[in-house]
């Protein structure tokens, strides 16, 4: 299904994948339940201190780490080796690729295996912050989609800045909205309206790229 989807616009890809997700969903409802609990690493569980009276959760900072790590591996695998040649050769051309007797399927597959492998990590690390449960991933899915929009589809470059750009106006947002609307309006109010409206700000940046950049802030070349 994936190899026929390939030949089809990113519209038809994106839809196709959505009913997968949908579909494999229930499937783990059905085997295993709804959720499973999952607890951090005692070793993990408490705050590091970064400076004299700044705390930071040290599996947060384990997390940011490891999602450093993975994307400069992921920039090297891609833009330094000869895999990474393929792949970008296989993604701007697919049909001159082929004329140049590279096996397109075989690498596509082994790049969707390698995104699925990723999808797990990141699910690994974020299962004692937001609970193991059926569905966990939507509204990642969301935001990934933003970030994708936003640096450019298909660039790693672009993915990268975009995922920084979202998350620094979400959490800006949240820190700081309910302290401006306190000025003006009561405490619940504030409380309550501060994180509602930065959770929308991702999107306005979106909206504010395609406005200017609709190819995002760093198209991928070909």
Do not use: K
Not at 38 to 50: F, I
Not at 68 to 85: E, F, I, K, S
Not at 127 to 150: H, R, Y
Not at 189 to 215: D, E, N, Q
């Amino acid at each position: 299904m994936l190899r026929a989807l390939y030949a089809r616009d990113h519209l038809s890809q994106v839809l196709a994948t959505f009913a997968l997700i949908l579909i494999a969903n229930e499937a783990v409802r059905i085997v295993w339940g709804p959720d499973l609990p999952l607890t951090m690493p005692a070793a993990l569980s408490g705050p590091v201190e970064l400076l004299p009276g700044l705390l930071y959760p040290a599996y947060r900072l384990l997390i940011i780490g490891v999602g450093a790590a993975v994307a400069a591996l992921l920039y090297l695998l891609v833009a330094r080796t000869r895999v990474g040649m393929l792949v970008r050769a296989g993604a701007s051309n697919r049909e001159m690729a082929l004329a140049m007797g590279v096996d397109v399927r075989r690498l596509f597959t082994l790049l969707f295996g390698v995104g699925a492998g990723l999808c797990a990590v990141a699910g690994a690390l974020l299962g004692p912050l937001l609970a193991v449960q059926v569905g966990m991933g939507e509204n990642i899915l969301i935001l990934a989609f933003v970030v994708v929009v936003i640096g450019g589809i298909g660039s790693i470059r672009g993915a990268l800045v975009g995922a920084l750009l979202v998350g620094l106006v979400d959490t800006i947002g949240r820190a700081f909205l309910p302290i401006l609307f306190g000025m003006f309006f009561q405490p619940r109010v504030a409380s309550a309206a501060g994180p509602a409206i930065a959770s929308v700000l991702a999107y306005a940046l979106m909206v504010a790229v395609l406005v200017f950049r609709p190819r995002g802030l760093f198209p991928a070349r070909g």
